[in-house]
């Protein structure tokens, strides 16, 4: 072979291994630098052409402690209470929640009254520090805690946009955003061990109480599920979480008690499922299972029960843990234990409608992106809600606790125990001979208190 093309050769092979390597150590740059610019924060500076809006934040506290919060309010106590109040009374004892006693005038802008709000605006501040107000790197005094609350408030209240809020509160889409995020997590932090509890003792005696002045002995409340429409929910998603409608929702199943307190939430499920599906994914019978459950005892028609009931529709399985109608009575007393049981069970019905009616949010559709996020504002609401029927409800019940039991103690015995006790626990959910002599004993029982005239 001729020495000087060889030697061409390889001068012309090495340039082209020079020329491959600036072509990946170019490409290895660009990956490099895409990658730091995802990892940089969005606003770390001012960015060019944007216009700084000058709000006066100063203003907007001044503006809303003149209305609502000064010596002498703009707005009267009564305006005030009108507008934080919760639906009056006479809507609770109407099945139908959307009669015309849904005026304008019951609409609140906050839901509660004066001193609930300022609980919640001192508590925030005490949970996240976010609410607490200070100056910025410019040096220019920020929002109070104040403003970031009353502007969550009405984004939850009214089911408004964030930037609705701006011309009133004076605080721009994206601090709204951020409020509203904050404030859920902080009201679950603060709130949620007590509003979001499960019946404790005292909590199952009261409703023992209340279910035997209804008829319902052993009653602890209704329980039911409902709907809450996803409007971004992700394509890839729709059909998991497209059910019953046309729709993406997600699913909160409930238990509510006659005076609508919401003893049990659980949401989040894809609306694709039914209330049966949502019912085994749910930890509504956990603390039975687990034996830390005050235990309920009961007679009724001569029968003695030791586990309390909710009034559920059709779907719900035959167990003694739910009292349902009968779907086709066939004689008087059945007519009239169906009549009964469908009116009481209305109480989960008229939770959900005032939930709704309170917090706009809940009765639109979410916009949100996140289902955590979505998650928290719902059990925000409830929260929310379960805080103004304490607030505004009737007077507690002069009831007795005595004789309300032990726990069971879980801690001792052996693991063989162990388990036979949880079989034993969910062998006694699940028994359908006790579903049906409970149903019949029901039937007994309110036929009788029929013909002595009580019910």
């Known amino acids: 072979m ?6 061409n050769f390889l001068v012309r092979l090495m340039e082209e291994m020079e020329e491959e390597e600036e072509e990946l150590q170019l490409a290895r740059h660009m990956v490099n630098r895409r990658r730091r610019a995802r990892n940089e924060r969005r606003h770390g500076g001012s ?50 929640f959307m009669t015309p006693i849904m005026t304008h005038e019951f609409y609140g802008r906050f839901r509660m009254r004066r001193h609930v709000f300022e609980r919640l605006v001192d508590v925030v501040q005490q949970v996240d520090p976010y609410f607490i107000q200070r100056p910025n790197c410019a040096g220019e005094i920020g929002l109070s805690a104040l403003q970031k609350v009353v502007a969550a408030v009405r984004i939850l209240a009214y089911g408004i946009p964030a930037d609705a809020v701006d011309e009133y509160v004076r605080i721009g889409e994206s601090t709204a955003h951020d409020a509203l995020k904050h404030f859920c997590t902080a009201v679950q932090t603060a709130f949620a061990p007590y509003y979001l509890r499960a019946p404790n003792a005292e909590d199952i005696a009261r409703l ?12 602890l409340g209704s329980v039911d599920c409902m709907h809450w429409e996803w409007r971004n929910c992700p394509s890839s998603w729709k059909g998991m979480f497209t059910g019953r409608g046309k729709h993406p929702t997600m699913i909160l199943e409930a238990v509510a008690s006659y005076d609508l307190w919401i003893w049990h939430a659980y949401f989040g499920l894809p609306g694709s499922c039914n209330d049966i599906n949502v019912l085994h994914h749910s930890n509504l019978f956990e603390r039975h299972l687990s034996g830390d459950t005050p235990p309920v005892s009961f007679t009724v028609n001569g029968h003695t029960y030791n586990m309390g009931y909710y009034l559920a529709d059709g779907i719900y399985p035959d167990w003694p843990a739910f009292v349902k109608t009968i779907r086709n009575p066939y004689d008087v007393r ?13 109480d989960i019905e008229r939770a959900f409608g005032v939930l709704q009616k309170r917090w706009g949010v809940v009765r639109g559709p979410a916009y949100g992106w996140s289902p955590e996020h979505i998650g928290d504002i719902m059990k925000t609401c409830i929260i929310l809600h379960n805080m103004i029927v304490e607030d505004e409800g009737p007077l ?16 001792q015995g052996s693991m063989e125990e162990r388990n036979d006790f949880v079989n034993q626990r969910y062998n006694q959910l699940k028994d359908r001979n006790k579903y049906t002599q409970l149903q019949v004993d029901l039937i007994h029982h309110h036929w009788a208190r029929h013909g002595s005239g009580v019910a």
């Open 2 to 7: 001729n020495p000087y093309l060889e030697n």
């Open 47 to 96: 960015i060019p052409g944007r216009v700084r809006i000058h709000r006066d934040h100063m203003s907007g506290d001044a503006r809303i402690r003149a209305d609502y919060f000064g010596a002498n309010p703009v707005y009267t106590d009564a305006q005030f209470r009108r507008r934080y109040l919760q639906l009056p009374h006479s809507f609770y004892h109407v099945h139908n």
């Open 334 to 346: 059945t007519q009239h234990f169906a009549t009964i049981q469908e009116s009481a069970r209305k």
């Open 396 to 411: 507690s019940l002069n009831t007795t606790f005595e004789n309300i039991g032990v726990l069971a103690d879980t801690t």
């Open 208 to 219: 023992l109480q209340v279910g035997e002045s209804r008829g319902f002995p052993g009653m």
